[in-house]
């Protein structure tokens, strides 16, 4: 989560010369090479099921770093985390069978919406832009469904030709909006380094997460995503909080805690299928 809130301050940067929908083509589409040369995905034996398990998982990954994205062009960077991250939370209320939980979630949702911007504010945000977001939520919660089934057989080659799926929807977008520009040496190189620190890196340790952790418990974890924007926005973007955000950045943590703590007793789901190296 720390990589991928640097990677977005980052990515905002770049929408001014190739777009949000150039931006999500640089980041996925290098993220899939570099992870298909180091997984080597070709030496895997795959099931027709297991590849298209795969697709599913390239097209919500590659849908909700577009529509994130799209939504960042016209709406505040933390607005924007605060409702995507209804998705994963409408994953932990669905897979959760405790009171506990519900509890934690309930006080994770309190904490997102003190994030939300309220009174005369609100009124000025973009419909269109809060319908991206909320589309990115909505994906987002289908590639932790997915994801997680995908995890149980070869993750790492996976997410690889996963995020070369991602790359192909975000292609005719990021190629109609920012043409030639993407192929230039500055652009080249920050779109590498967009690469491994939003795709990368991030992805790959969160497919280690999904084998390892139940479905509700990493939902409600990736709650700690507007700490991580907050300590990001402070440090790349000279953003400063107001009490009340830190009070719901407080909520949120606690929450996450609280969800943590009550899964420590409680083992995985049993994985199938080899140990990534």
């Known amino acids: 989560m720390a990589s991928l809130a640097a990677g977005a301050s ?15 083509l640089l980041r996925v589409g290098f993220a899939s090479l570099l992870l298909i040369a180091f997984w080597r995905p070709w030496r895997v034996r795959w099931t027709g ?33 605060a409702i995507e991250l209804l998705g994963p939370l409408a994953v932990a209320v669905t897979f959760s069978r405790r009171v506990h ?5 309930a006080m994770a949702v309190a904490g997102i919406a003190l994030l939300l911007p309220l009174g005369g504010f609100a009124r000025t945000l973009d419909p269109v832009g809060l319908g991206w977001a909320l589309a990115a939520g909505a994906l987002w919660a289908g590639y932790i469904v997915v994801g997680q089934k995908v995890a149980r057989g070869h993750p790492g080659p996976a997410l690889g030709l996963g995020l070369l799926v991602g790359a192909l ?22 779109g590498l380094a967009l690469a491994v620190l939003s795709s990368a890196v991030p992805y790959s340790l ?55 703590a009550g899964a420590a007793g409680r083992a995985p789901e049993p994985v199938v299928g080899p140990e990534p190296p």
């Open 10 to 24: 980052f990515a905002i940067q770049l929408f001014a010369r190739v777009g949000a929908t150039g931006t999500t």
């Open 49 to 81: 099921r297991q590849l298209l398990g795969v697709a599913l998982f390239g097209l919500t990954l590659g849908g909700m770093n577009l529509t994130f994205y799209l939504s960042l062009r016209t709406i505040p960077l933390g607005v924007a985390i």
């Open 101 to 105: 939980d519900f509890a934690w979630i």
């Open 206 to 260: 969160e497919m280690y997460a999904l084998r390892r952790l139940p479905p509700q418990t990493f939902g409600v974890l990736l709650s700690l995503e507007p700490v991580m924007g907050a300590l990001s926005g402070w440090l790349f973007l000279h953003q400063r909080l107001a009490p009340i955000q830190w009070l719901a950045i407080g909520c949120v943590v606690i929450a996450s805690c609280g969800v943590a």
């Open 169 to 190: 929807i975000a292609l005719p977008f990021g190629v109609a909006v920012a043409g030639a520009n993407l192929l230039t040496p500055a652009m080249l190189g920050a």
